[in-house]
């Protein structure tokens, strides 16, 4: 199961309450104050692993909520700290703070729904990378901090500090230098795999994809990047259909655009419309996407019909770059990752 959002609700621990007690011992009738300190509640923290790819532990349990703080004692005694709670999240994890407050609110919330706000609140994309979701509330002081020369005998105390809390949506954005954005059965999953290690699933029918798979495409001298096969999108897909907010958020990281079309159109579809369709649905998602550079990969030049499409797609997108290639064939493989190379292609 592949879950790249989800709603939880976190819980830091509540600060230990601070002692009161006065030191009595034989031959020290008046000993004074020693009552301790509470321990400070535990935080909890979300660290980005490299092995974690999604969100599917949180489907199981929606809840992380860290110990209390043991209460101080007397012999001055500070009370144990509360176990922080430790989750693991996939790099391209976005933390968004939602106003809901109640842990009812929390189980009925979805992003979108009327009345609840989401406010971004961390963006965890390096390995290793550390995030304090809840801080853990403060221990209270023990009547040992009170004692003052003309007070000898303080009884006061304090309780520990309750710990923060709140609801919030976690949301994966795959991070990947370039993105595949096709109609199913465009051949964006066979072009990922001809051109990585990564093993997609490819078969002949639509939405064989069903969530975005990452290869590393390697150039040599050292020279790689990543590219992401995102879903097949549908008409309508900024509107959510066909789940198109559940593919097109992956693509917001990419640093270009890489449209996959069935230049031969062997599925009754016209390479051009496909262009201007995608190109709709990227500026409706989101303007700013839009501006992302791109270019256009005209996949199944082997099949008839594809020699002419591919006349008429140059003329109607003139100014954009446009490279032919068979994925099943791995013909033009070599002038794509040219390009891949020039455009986003690094060092490592």
């Given at each position: 199961?592949?879950?790249?959002?989800?709603?939880?609700?976190?819980?830091?621990?509540?600060?230990?309450?601070?002692?009161?007690?006065?030191?009595?011992?034989?031959?020290?009738?008046?000993?004074?104050?020693?009552?301790?300190?509470?321990?400070?509640?535990?935080?909890?923290?979300?660290?980005?692993?490299?092995?974690?790819?999604?969100?599917?532990?949180?489907?199981?349990?929606?809840?992380?909520?860290?110990?209390?703080?043991?209460?101080?004692?007397?012999?001055?005694?500070?009370?144990?700290?509360?176990?922080?709670?430790?989750?693991?999240?996939?790099?391209?994890?976005?933390?968004?703070?939602?106003?809901?407050?109640?842990?009812?609110?929390?189980?009925?919330?979805?992003?979108?729904?009327?009345?609840?706000?989401?406010?971004?609140?961390?963006?965890?994309?390096?390995?290793?990378?550390?995030?304090?979701?809840?801080?853990?509330?403060?221990?209270?002081?023990?009547?040992?901090?009170?004692?003052?020369?003309?007070?000898r005998t303080p009884t006061e105390s304090t309780p520990g500090e309750e710990g923060e809390s709140g609801v919030y949506y976690?949301?994966?954005?795959?991070?990947?230098?370039?993105?595949?954005?096709?109609?199913?059965?465009?051949?964006?999953?066979?072009?990922?795999?001809?051109?990585?290690?990564?093993?997609?699933?490819?078969?002949a029918y639509p939405f064989t994809t069903l969530q975005p798979s990452v290869g590393v495409v390697e150039f040599g001298g050292f020279r790689r990047c990543t590219v992401a096969d995102i879903p097949g999108l549908i008409e309508g897909a900024h509107e959510n259909r066909g789940l198109g907010h559940e593919f097109l958020r992956h693509i917001t990281r990419c640093r270009v655009l890489l449209f996959v079309v069935d230049i031969a159109g062997s599925e009754g579809r016209d390479p051009i419309s496909d262009i201007q369709i995608l190109r709709k649905e990227i500026s409706e998602y989101d303007e700013e996407l839009a501006r992302f550079p791109w270019m256009i990969i005209a996949n199944k030049m082997d099949i008839d019909g594809a020699a002419e499409n591919l006349d008429l797609l140059e003329k109607r997108f003139p100014k954009v770059k446009v490279i032919p290639i068979s994925a099943e064939l791995e013909e033009g493989l070599d002038a794509l990752k040219l390009y891949l190379d020039d455009e986003v292609g690094y060092r490592v």
């Open positions: 199961m592949f879950i790249d959002h989800i709603r939880i609700f976190a819980k830091a621990g509540d600060g230990g309450n601070g002692a009161v007690s006065f030191r009595r011992e034989k031959f020290v009738p008046r000993g004074g104050p020693d009552g301790g300190d509470g321990g400070k509640g535990g935080d909890v923290i979300l660290i980005v692993d490299p092995s974690t790819d999604n969100l599917r532990q949180f489907h199981y349990d929606p809840k992380l909520i860290a110990k209390k703080g043991v209460n101080g004692g007397g012999v001055r005694k500070t009370g144990k700290g509360g176990d922080t709670v430790i989750a693991k999240v996939p790099p391209g994890t976005v933390v968004y703070k939602s106003n809901a407050v109640t842990v009812q609110e929390a189980v009925e919330f979805e992003r979108g729904d009327e009345g609840i706000d989401l406010e971004p609140v961390a963006d965890l994309t390096e390995y290793g990378q550390k995030f304090v979701l809840c801080k853990g509330g403060k221990g209270g002081m023990g009547n040992s901090n009170f004692a003052t020369p003309t007070h976690l949301e994966l954005r795959r991070i990947a230098d370039a993105g595949l954005v096709g109609f199913p059965n465009a051949g964006k999953s066979t072009l990922l795999g001809k051109l990585s290690h990564a093993h997609p699933k490819v078969a």
